[in-house]
């Protein structure tokens, strides 16, 4: 397992943008999570570790961009046009691979798991 170090949540208005940033050293697939007040845990986006390919939750498609910085060992989720619905503590979630394009969209993928940030949309 790795350590990964979220930052950028924080309290937008709708329409407004927030930058999420995690850390983590090495060949790691990454991917974005989120879960809201009672609901279930759900995929956001996800990039391979080349950074690559990615992948995008339908909701989020158009608004959210995932991005890798492989020599600074950080992925960013890349908010804008933020919706209340978006409000959620989200987590950055990694995973070791081997191949450098492979994307890994199901939580049961990834084995290290951030402490989460959470973001909060005001109407």
């Known amino acids: 397992q790795v350590q990964l170090v979220e930052s950028g949540g924080g309290l937008v208005q709708a329409g407004g943008s927030l930058r999420l940033s995690c850390t983590a050293s090495?060949?790691?697939?990454m991917g974005w999570f989120r879960q809201a007040p009672g609901r279930e845990r759900e995929i956001v986006a996800a990039i391979s570790w080349s950074g690559d390919r990615t992948y995008y939750a339908d909701s989020v498609k158009g608004r959210f961009t995932i991005s890798k910085d492989n020599p600074k060992n950080t992925v960013y989720l890349q908010m804008d046009s933020l919706k209340p619905e978006d409000t959620a503590v989200y987590y950055c979630a990694a995973r070791s691979s081997s191949t450098p394009l492979t994307v890994y969209y199901r939580d049961r993928d990834f084995g290290s798991w951030g402490q989460g940030t959470r973001v909060t949309v005001s109407s």
């Open positions: 090495g060949r790691y697939a």
